[in-house]
């Protein structure tokens, strides 16, 4: 596995910036080796991406084959419904972290707002929106019109 670009960029950043905040330890050591504490700080950041990015491959990537959602059309939608439908259709369609992730979005939460609360990765909560909401118009689109 390889780091991104984008990923890489953040890691050098995230670097300098513990250096800056460190910088006082690592001027201490005897004798001072900056490149060596950047290395290490690096490394560590690099290994926690791929580590992230490895746990998220387990939940799979969002089948880019499928059609468009409208996610956002079918987000308003819900937020129409009575409280006693949505949650009743919630638990018939969606798993419990599904739902949460879907409640949280219609309380306009973003992505990282719902993974930092719920303690899992941004890619993660992105998925499992996805398909929560693919459930829910599936739901929908078995019932009868009232």
Known sequence: MQLHAADAADAVQEAFLVLFQ?????????????????????????????AARSREAVVGPIDDDELSLDEDGLAALLRRETAERLASLLERACNPLEQEVVIMGLDDRDGPEIALALGITPNHARVLRHRALRKLREALSHEEPS
């Open 22 to 50: 460190k910088a006082e330890a690592v001027l201490a050591h005897d004798p001072v080796n900056v490149p060596g504490f950047l290395f290490g700080t690096l490394r560590n950041k690099a290994v926690r991406v791929l």
